[in-house]
Nanobody, 120 residues
């Protein structure tokens, strides 16, 4: 079965740290890149790219999380992580793990998401 499943969300306070995990099944890492997205609450808010590991190992971060979040991937364990430090209330969102097809560039596999709520 091809799937990804996020875990690790919860309620935290501003300034806290939290690590999200994504269990990956059935994805060929030779042809896929992994990443984290988030969807903030409220009408009209679009899904935002948080971080992305390219197939060549390069890492991309969204401007709002640079210097605070760190993405990592363990291919042997089929896991993707997002270490989040110095959390802010604006980081409150549902966080999604996703896989990108190397050839088409489309994000084709999504998890159910995990809620992170940051209180002040």
């Amino acid at each position: 079965e091809v799937r990804v499943k996020e875990s690790g969300g919860g309620l935290v306070h501003s300034g806290d740290s939290r690590t999200l995990s994504c269990t990956i099944s059935g994805v060929d890492f030779e042809n896929a890149a992994m990443g984290w997205f988030r969807h903030h609450p409220g009408p009209g808010r679009e899904r935002e790219l948080v971080s992305h590991i390219l197939t060549n190992g390069a890492v991309i971060y969204g401007d709002s999380v640079k210097g605070r979040f760190t993405i990592s991937q363990d291919d042997d364990k089929n896991m993707l992580y997002l270490q989040m430090n110095n959390l802010k209330t604006e980081d409150t969102a549902v966080y999604y793990c996703a896989a990108e097809d190397y050839y088409s560039g489309s994000w084709w596999l999504w998890g159910q998401g995990t809620q992170v709520t940051v209180s002040s």
